[in-house]
T-cell receptor, first 115, second 110 residues
Framework: QQQVKQSPQSLIVQKGGISIINCAYENTAFDYFPWYQQFPGKGPALLIAIRPDVSEKKEGRFTISFNKSAKQFSLHIMDSQPGDSATYFCAASPMTTDSWGKLQFGAGTQVVVTP | DTGVSQNPRHKITKRGQNVTFRCDPISEHNRLYWYRQTLGQGPEFLTYFQNEAQLEKSRLLSDRFSAERPKGSFSTLEIQRTEQGDSAMYLC????????FGPGTRLTVL
């Protein structure tokens, strides 16, 4: 069963626009929430990550918003550029020692930024 | 290059053959993870190592799959008697919370 649910499956945004991707989780043991960017034929690359004690984290044009009570988090890509066209994955990992670092991924969102 | 490397990048094999993939992690990382990614899906956890010890295996890892990390450095993933359903991208990552992924090995089983 998918422990992290991601939406939308795909989105098209114009250059300069905002891309918003949402994820939801059920397992309250999750305490680390990274976002990865993946280009075709490449491995995922870490973009930005957040811990549940923070409600928002911004790095450049990328912002994570985190709602602990709703068990939801989202990625906002501001001023989207054609080079941002890629597949984005949210993920989560638990705090327990044995499973520490074991990432559960969402199904991915394919983002296309049109010129 | 100080990133995670994987070899080969592509492997085409016939059903029933054995294949082996190699992962070289970032040198100072104790933890090494294997994931499998099928088309249109996110990576799925297979197994991980803390140094040379294999600490957890997913139910996805049938008895045809075996992974090793003999000296706590590089790791190998072997698939015996490959099936068409094994066709996927096999990803290796190293690190702890912040995991760095290699480029993957794309396996095609004919």
């Amino acid at each position: 069963q998918q422990q992290v649910k991601q939406s939308p499956q795909s989105l098209i945004v114009q250059k300069g626009g905002i891309s918003i991707i949402n994820c939801a989780y059920e397992n309250t043991a999750f305490d680390y929430f990274p976002w990865y960017q993946q280009f075709p034929g490449k491995g995922p690359a870490l973009l930005i990550a957040i811990r549940p004690d923070v409600s928002e984290k911004k790095e450049g044009r990328f912002t994570i918003s985190f709602n602990k009570s709703a068990k939801q988090f989202s990625l906002h890509i501001m001023d989207s550029q054609p080079g941002d066209s890629a597949t984005y994955f949210c993920a989560a990992s638990p705090m327990t020692t044995d499973s520490w670092g074991k990432l559960q991924f969402g199904a991915g969102t394919q983002v296309v930024v049109t010129p | 290059d100080t990133g995670v490397s994987q070899n080969p990048r592509h492997k085409i094999t016939k059903r029933g053959q054995n294949v082996t993939f190699r992962c070289d992690p970032i040198s100072e990382h104790n933890r090494l993870y294997w994931y499998r990614q099928t088309l249109g899906q996110g990576p799925e956890f297979l197994t991980y190592f803390q140094n040379e010890a294999q600490l957890e295996k997913s139910r996805l890892l049938s008895d045809r799959f075996s992974a090793e990390r003999p000296k706590g450095s590089f790791s190998t993933l072997e698939i015996q008697r490959t099936e068409q359903g094994d066709s996927a991208m096999y990803l290796c990552a190293s690190g702890a919370r912040q995991q760095f992924f290699g480029p993957g090995t794309r396996l095609t089983v004919l």
